[in-house]
């Protein structure tokens, strides 16, 4: 059993920025895979970044050069450092991580991107 819990969400302007934290507890050993994920109201979840132990990410295309993802190991903690947002960006973005078995998911944090 993992835990996920997440922090940094918030309101910010057109071309801003952001970073959001996601703390995992539990079964940690377990866990190969971690990233996040958004959701528009309306639409599907989709993949935003994910990353390995070993620090190979993968970007949604909408995101590449503007996001990056990040993960310390010892802390058990993976981030998102949002650059240059627009207001497509506005979602709720949810922390993901992969077992063997399952995936699980943070609570969601709000991310507002409005003038």
């Known amino acids: 059993q993992v835990q996920l819990v997440e922090s940094g969400g918030g309101l910010v302007q057109p071309g801003g920025s952001l970073r959001l934290s996601c703390a995992a507890s539990g079964s940690i050993f377990s866990v190969n895979l971690m990233g996040w994920y958004h959701q528009a109201p309306g639409k599907q979840r989709e993949l935003v970044a994910t990353?390995?132990?070993?620090?190979?990410?993968v970007y949604a295309d909408s995101v590449k050069e503007r996001f990056t993802i990040s993960r310390d190991n010892a802390k058990n903690t993976v981030y998102l450092q949002m650059n240059s947002l627009k207001p497509e960006d506005t979602a709720i973005y949810y922390c993901?991580?992969?077992?063997?078995?399952?995936?699980?998911w943070g609570q969601g944090t709000q991310v507002t991107v409005s003038s």
């Open positions: 993901y991580a992969a077992t063997t078995y399952r995936n699980y």
């Open positions: 990353i390995t132990r070993g620090g190979s990410t």
